[in-house]
């Protein structure tokens, strides 16, 4: 079975220092890894993604993932947080192989950056 | 290119009623998926069609809900007989044809409120 797993329910930072949202997987096979941002009220906007290939990605608003295969994780990083970074982060997966494309979420990580 | 379009924003019925929850997918995109999260929960899977298919429908409860997305017009979850445990955010998302790497669009979601 499919299942992801985001350990911290909220993560803390000052504005300007490093963050680091964790995000651990079980996929059978290959898996497809996402990062999404929900703010108040709204859908999700897609950050970024792991296919294949290099195992740093980077996506939108600075942020970027590392993709750790022995691990099995999946973290999400910025090197400098921002106060409008504060949001509801989502770590998603699929499994690589099979007729569905659904995605599995972990259960959110609230950031709040403090000025 | 306009997003994912979900309507209505908020919706409130009293047990009993029924809910009809629209999506229409972004231009182009032929796979729609729906997802629910419940208060201080992650997004859940319910069903992914696509034109006139539905091709997994292994998170949808068993009774009183059901999905189509038809040759011509909006995709369609409708919840018969609503109870207040069905009371959550719905969100719609869709893909592109080319395959499972696209990340998922989401649009705005639907809120629904059973009195």
């Known amino acids: 079975a499919q299942s992801v797993a985001q350990p911290e329910d909220q993560v803390n930072v000052a504005e300007g220092n490093p963050l680091t949202v964790k995000c651990t997987y079980s996929?059978?096979?290959?898996?497809?890894l996402f990062w999404y941002v929900q703010y108040p009220n709204r859908g999700l906007q897609f950050l970024l993604k792991?296919?294949?290939?290099?195992?740093l990605v980077k996506g939108s608003y600075g942020f970027e993932a590392e993709f750790n295969k022995s691990q099995t994780s999946f973290h999400l990083k910025k090197p400098s947080a921002l106060v409008s970074d504060s949001a509801l982060y989502f770590c998603?997966?699929?499994?690589?192989?099979?007729?569905?494309?659904?995605?599995?979420f972990g259960t959110g990580t609230l950031l709040a950056v403090q000025p | 290119n306009a997003g994912v379009m979900q309507n209505p924003r908020h919706l409130v019925r009293r047990r009993g009623q029924e809910a009809r929850l629209r999506c229409s997918p972004m231009?182009?995109?032929?796979?729609v998926y729906w997802y629910r999260q419940l208060p201080e929960e992650g997004l859940k899977f319910m069903v992914y069609?696509?034109?006139?298919?539905?091709?997994?429908e292994s998170g949808m409860p068993k009774e009183r809900f059901s999905a189509e997305f038809p040759k011509e017009g909006p995709s369609i979850l409708r919840i018969q007989q609503v109870v207040r445990g069905d009371s959550a955010a719905y969100f719609c998302?869709?893909?592109?044809?080319?395959?499972?790497?696209?990340?998922?669009?989401f649009g705005p979601g639907t809120r629904l409120t059973v009195l």
């Open positions: 998302a869709s893909s592109p044809p080319e395959g499972g790497s696209n990340e998922q669009f």
């Open positions: 996929v059978s096979g290959n898996p497809y």
């Open positions: 792991y296919i294949t290939g290099d195992n």
């Open positions: 998603a997966v699929r499994r690589l192989w099979g007729a569905t494309n659904k995605l599995i």
């Open positions: 231009k182009g995109h032929s796979h």
């Open positions: 069609l696509q034109k006139e298919n539905i091709i997994d």
